[in-house]
Nanobody, 123 residues
């Protein structure tokens, strides 16, 4: 079992920045961030293979978001810059016990999920 605890959500103005954190109770091979807006489907935002730091990003966040991992703390971060109103969603941390080189942004590939942290981008 892997317990995941997210933090760092909040309200930010368009163009602003926010950093999310997800602390894992033990090492997981792949960790990722997903998001879900009200009435929408869960969308893969970014993933990272913790052993080799291979990263993958969703098209809507490329160039604006950066995922990173601190192996010593078993914590994954999501640095979000130039935030837009369409980034407003509940953000979820996810973990998998295997290296996800294929479909790393597919929710069905992950077997552990956090409770989520809300990000609201509004003026």
């Amino acid at each position: 079992q892997v317990q995941l605890v997210e933090s760092g959500g909040g309200v930010v103005q368009p163009g602003g920045s926010l950093t999310l954190s997800c602390a894992a109770s033990r090492v997981a091979s792949t960790m990722a961030w997903f998001r879900q807006a009200p009435g929408g489907e869960r969308e893969g935002v970014a993933s990272i293979i913790t052993g080799g730091f291979t990263t993958t990003y969703g098209d809507s966040v490329k160039g604006r978001f950066t995922i990173s991992h601190d192996n010593a703390k078993n914590t994954v971060y999501l640095q979000m810059n130039n935030l837009k109103s369409e980034d407003t969603a509940m953000y979820y941390c996810a973990a998998a016990n295997w290296n996800l080189f294929i479909r790393p942004l597919s929710a069905g590939e992950y077997n552990y999920w956090g409770q989520g942290t809300q990000v609201t981008v509004s003026s």
